[in-house]
């Protein structure tokens, strides 16, 4: 089955810096691999997603990069703001079945 | 984006009582959906996958009688928590994706299942 690994646990950045979160995955039929925002206690909000025949997608502050050779993906998150403190998720799936998430990265953004 | 509502929000019981937790698709209907456990701190964790008008899949681990899962509609899947115990406590997750040009998964807003 699908594995997710995901990199770093924690990541502590100050405001307007950028943030780099990235996870590998090892089944390479995976072929949708989204990107999750989690407050505490709440539900996770997909925040952005790429596919297997895309090699980078942004959507203003944030950017998604995919390497299907090496099969990693990475979330960038550029002008970090405060209210972006959140844990965030990678995950991978092929066609949204058996979607596997990474552990998990908290993100702290510093005024 | 689509909605998927999951009732109760959260839910106090005593050990070795029963505890149904609903997922609903509001608004599209949901061939397969999906049931998650999240601990404190950790990552959400696939416990089964529950498939409209049949069985569920587990996951490796996850006992299928005591974490009883009904699909009998296409907006709506159950997960019974039978027999709780405190290590039960968790944060439950449901998810369902809505397949077609904008295929995504949603969440529900989760249950946080208290067992004392």
């Known amino acids: 089955g699908e594995n997710v690994e995901q990199h770093p646990s924690t990541l502590s950045v100050q405001e307007g810096d950028s943030a780099v979160i990235k996870c590998t995955y090892s089944?390479?039929?995976?072929?949708?691999f989204p990107w999750y925002k989690q407050e505490l206690g709440k539900r996770p909000q997909l925040i952005i997603d790429?596919?297997?025949?895309?090699g980078e997608k942004k959507d203003q502050r944030i950017a998604v990069t995919l390497n299907k050779t090496a099969k990693h993906f990475s979330l960038h998150i550029t002008e970090t703001q405060p209210e972006d403190s959140a844990v965030y998720f990678c995950?991978?799936?092929?066609?949204?079945?058996?979607?596997?998430f990474g552990a998990g990265t908290r993100l702290t953004v510093k005024p | 984006g689509a909605v998927v509502s999951q009732h109760p929000s959260w839910v106090i019981c005593k050990s070795g009582t029963s505890v149904k937790i609903e997922c609903r698709s509001l608004?599209?209907?949901?061939?397969?959906m999906f049931w998650y456990r999240q601990f404190p701190k950790q990552s959400l964790m696939l416990m089964a996958t529950?498939?409209?008008?049949?069985?569920?899949?587990?996951e490796q681990g996850v006992e299928k009688d005591k974490f009883l899962i009904n699909h009998a509609s296409l907006t709506l899947s159950t997960l019974t928590v039978t027999s709780a115990h405190p290590e039960d406590s968790s944060f439950y997750i449901c998810?369902?994706?809505?397949?077609?040009?904008?295929?995504?998964?949603?969440f529900g807003q989760g249950t946080r299942l208290t067992v004392v």
């Open positions: 998810s369902a994706f809505l397949a077609g040009v904008a295929t995504a998964t949603f």
């Open positions: 089944d390479s039929a995976s072929n949708y």
């Open positions: 790429i596919r297997s025949n895309v």
């Open positions: 995950a991978a799936t092929y066609n949204n079945n058996d979607m596997r």
């Open positions: 608004d599209f209907q949901a061939t397969t």
């Open positions: 529950s498939n409209e008008g049949s069985k569920a899949t587990y």
